[in-house]
């Protein structure tokens, strides 16, 4: 087994929280996505007040020509779970964002060099939805040695049984930590 990377910095990734929410079911997820969302904004104020990076890891949603901003824009004047989240979880000035096609953050984006950039070893995985693209992206950032903490709290499934079992196989495959993120005393983790 490879060594795991020299204790670096820690970056907030947000996935897929700024969402149209025009998808099968998205009634169903809405209400523990606002949830999410909201612990999340609070884990993010920490995360700015630390210095930690904040990234936006997002669908394009099969649309190659858009840009992130545009889909903040859209997704804030939306009613509902889209405009909701978005207003909570805008992005500050010095907030990064990717588009990502598919599922993980990291496949077919620049995130791998984002993070090296940052000088990044630790990754706090947050968002939409913990058994599919919040997964995907903590499974690629394990196989690629980052350490990961998945905040219970700030994500969200269609089902609170989708988000305990997602979130136990995490904790038992990827090593992650699980723990929720309010009440946390850390950002980090001890090495």
Known sequence: MAPRRKAGRTALLLVDFI???????ARQLAPRAIRAAQCTARLKLRAAADDV???YANDNFGHWSSEFSALTAQCARKPGAS???????APARRDLSVLKPRHSAFYGTPLEFLLAELRVTRLIVTGLTTDIC?????????VRQYRVWVPADCTASFTPAFERDSLRHMG????????????????????
């Open 53 to 55: 990076p904040c990234i």
């Open 19 to 25: 969402n149209l929410f025009e998808f099968a079911n």
């Open 83 to 89: 405009g909701e989240i978005a207003r909570i979880l």
């Open 134 to 142: 919040v997964f995907a992206t903590a499974q690629d950032g394990y």
């Open 172 to 191: 038992r495959t990827l090593k992650a930590v699980t723990r929720n993120a309010r009440g946390a005393k850390a950002l980090a983790w001890s090495d």
